[in-house]
Every structure is written in C-alpha cells, then in structure tokens.
C-alpha cells in the first residue's frame, strides 16, 4: 500500500508533467523522490509520454528498477516502449487519442516527409505501408495532406531507407536531394506549404525539457513534502 507521502507525491508529479516536458535523467531524479514500487511503476509509464528522449527512457530513467519492474513498465507502455528516433522501422499500432501516441504518430509523419526530401522515398518506396486508420485499409497519395486526428486508431509499417542528412538551411530552402531546386528532385517547391512542413522536420523539437534549475527548485519542494508527510503519520 502507498504511504500517504506517496500519494501526495504522485498527485504533485501529476500536475507538474501537465506542463513541462522532461529528458530520462530528469524522470530518473523524480522516480527517484517516491518510496514505493507500485508509486514508481504507475509514475514511471506516466513519465514516458512526457519524456523527450523516448529512446533512453528505459536505461536511464529505469536504471534503478530491477529487471521485472521494467518488463512491467515496457508491458503497460506496448509498442510505443520501442520507438527510436534514430531507426523508427517497424511496426506500429497506435491510439491517437493518447498524447505519447499521436506524438509518436506526427514524428513518423515527419520522418516521411524528410525521407522525400532527401529522395530516399518516392512513388514507389513509400515509408508507411499497410496503413489502417480505424481498423480500415487506407492509401495515402500525399503525407503532407495527411491530417493526423488526435482520436481513433492508426496501425502502419514503418520503412525508413535513409537518413538525414539535410543542415536547417537545405531543409528551410525545400532543396538537397530530392527537393525540387536541385537536379532531378521531386520534392517540394520552396515556399510552398508543403516545404514549410518539411522544414519543420528538422531539429526543431516543441517537447523541450524543463531546465535544470526549475527541476531542482521542483524536487526541492517534493522533498519538502515528503518530510512533512512522513512527520504527520509519526505522529
């Protein structure tokens, strides 16, 4: 059973990730203020879908759980546990209505977009194959026209045949291999809404994590209440 301390943690955590964003060091910090396993596993999966370095989640943030404990953590998170920005290849299923999900969903949106860019992908070589939205076969001519509704299902292959290696200014420009503006390219004209979208494909990441300091003040009062907590259920 949690200790009332954790309970009053948890909540506190709750309310702090509404707002900020944190890496896998600063999940490990804050798993780190709870006492109890069940605390840490149910604060752990709510961790993850405001992490902002998903693919050392599991070897940072659960450095300090026991083999079992991440197995169960890896469980309750299901496929999006897996994903990796670096090589997203593989197979997904996806519940939009969740935050993590439909995150996961807009960056492979993205990637599908820079693999065009880079003319890694064409006509022919499509990055999202055997797509279901709803349970319902769907062909997508154009990823930039497909919208993403933060609802329902969505069930793909990822394929990913390069990578990128466009600077911002390329990427600004909608030129590079596979932009149009340069030899042979087929990608976007520059300037269009097509190219602003794939520009945004670059470093440009909105799931910045909090700085240091506030973390530190945060946990600073996290600990502030634990103690208090704990005095009250001594006396």
Known sequence: QDSPSDDWLMAF??????????????????LDT?????SKLVTAVALFGRTTDLERFVTTALRSFAPS???????????????????????????????????????????????????????L????????????????????????????SLELDFVEYGHDNLDDWQLREGKGKGGKGS???KGPKSGSRKSAVAAS???????????DELLTE????????HNMSDVEVNE
């Open 69 to 123: 404990q991440k197995m169960e953590v890896v469980y309750s998170l299901g496929i999006v546990a897996s994903y990796h920005a670096s090589n997203p290849t593989g197979r997904y299923n996806l519940t939009l209505s969740r935050p993590i999900d439909f995150y996961i969903a807009r960056q492979l949106q993205n990637k599908w977009q820079t693999e065009l860019l880079n003319g890694n992908a064409d006509g």
């Open 125 to 152: 070589r499509q990055c999202w194959r055997n797509v279901r939205l709803d349970q319902k076969p769907i062909q997508i001519e154009d990823i930039a026209d497909f919208e993403l509704a933060a609802h329902g």
């Open 201 to 211: 494909t670059g470093n440009e990441n909105p799931r910045k994590p909090i700085e």
């Open 218 to 225: 945060f946990l600073n009062k996290v600990n502030l209440m």
């Open 34 to 38: 709870l006492a109890w396993t069940s």
């Open 13 to 30: 955590i709750d309310v702090f990730l509404s707002v900020f964003y944190v890496n896998s060091e600063q999940a490990h910090q804050m």
């Open 183 to 185: 030899p042979g390219g």
